[in-house]
């Protein structure tokens, strides 16, 4: 399907792109229509992990933070596309965590960090900020109103706005809550306490971006995940006003039902690995 699909809404369409995907401790690179890969850097300095949060930021940096073995606490950073690497930071001050959500904020070059798990399973639900390309880290939140989770999605929205849904508790119970910030994650309204799409964790999620120039904000979708019963995911939702309100756009795509991918929008492309 990666050869031949075009899905298309009245909002987008969802083509396929080019991107850099970190997979393990390898690090690759797709070209046009993501036909062809070449490596970009077979041995990365970081040791090989799962779970790791990456945030490419709008000046072209790459960044991997944390991650399993571990967890880690360690912020990764490469400034020519994935070709070499350097480490920031082998303690950040945030704790090592697993399963944590990332998100690069549009314009400022800001990095936030929420949620996640230590090694012992003990979840998090702090906010930290960098507004240097991960050098130095600052709490904006030490227990946020959303509960403490692993698993879940963060979005950046544009002018410092972020969205945060979907996740496991402490309690390892399914999640299917919206929230909002509008202050760079400093604090936090509930959109929904549950929304239509099935509760879900290790989703994925990106901003579709309009075909044309004044078409809006963009469109934020999930796609996929694992819900109750370890049941794997192939559907398709789509938000046009920031997370308020979903609606389904496929149900049972014609990719494999899958959790713990990779999904990155370039504009209105969009390409899916793993």
């Known amino acids: 399907w990666l050869k031949q699909l075009t899905l298309e809404t009245n909002c987008c369409r969802f083509r396929l792109g080019s991107c850099a995907s970190i997979v393990s401790g390898a690090v690759a690179h797709a070209g046009a229509l993501a036909m062809q890969w070449a490596p970009r850097c077979e041995a990365a300095p970081f040791g090989a992990r799962a779970a790791a949060g990456i945030a490419a930021l709008p000046s072209g940096e790459v960044l991997v933070l944390g991650g399993l073995v571990g967890p880690r606490a360690d912020v990764w950073r490469s400034v020519d596309h994935c070709r070499r690497w350097e480490r920031l930071l082998e303690h950040a001050p945030w704790h090592q965590r697993c399963g944590h959500a990332v998100a690069a904020a549009s314009g400022d070059g800001g990095v936030l960090v929420a949620g996640g798990a230590n090694g012992a399973g003990a979840k998090y639900n702090d906010v930290w900020r960098s507004t240097d390309g991960g050098a130095s880290w600052q709490r904006l939140v030490a227990d946020a109103p959303w509960a403490a989770r692993d698993g879940h999605c963060l979005t950046a929205l544009p002018r410092g706005a972020a969205l945060l849904f979907a996740g496991i ?103 899916m690995l793993g």
Request: proline residues 5%; aromatic residues 6%.
């Open 169 to 271: 508790d402490a309690a390892n119970s399914l999640l299917n809550d919206v929230w909002r910030t509008g202050d760079g994650g400093v604090t936090w309204e509930q959109l929904a306490e549950a929304a239509p799409w099935p509760a879900r964790g290790w989703a994925g999620a990106a901003v579709c971006m309009p075909l044309v120039a004044g078409g809006g904000h963009g469109s934020v979708l999930v796609l996929g995940g694992v819900a109750a019963g370890d049941c794997l995911l192939d559907d398709v939702w789509r938000s046009d006003d920031g997370g308020r309100s979903w609606d389904l756009v496929v149900d049972g795509a014609p990719w494999a039902a899958r959790r713990s991918h990779a999904l990155l929008a370039i504009g209105p492309r969009m390409l």
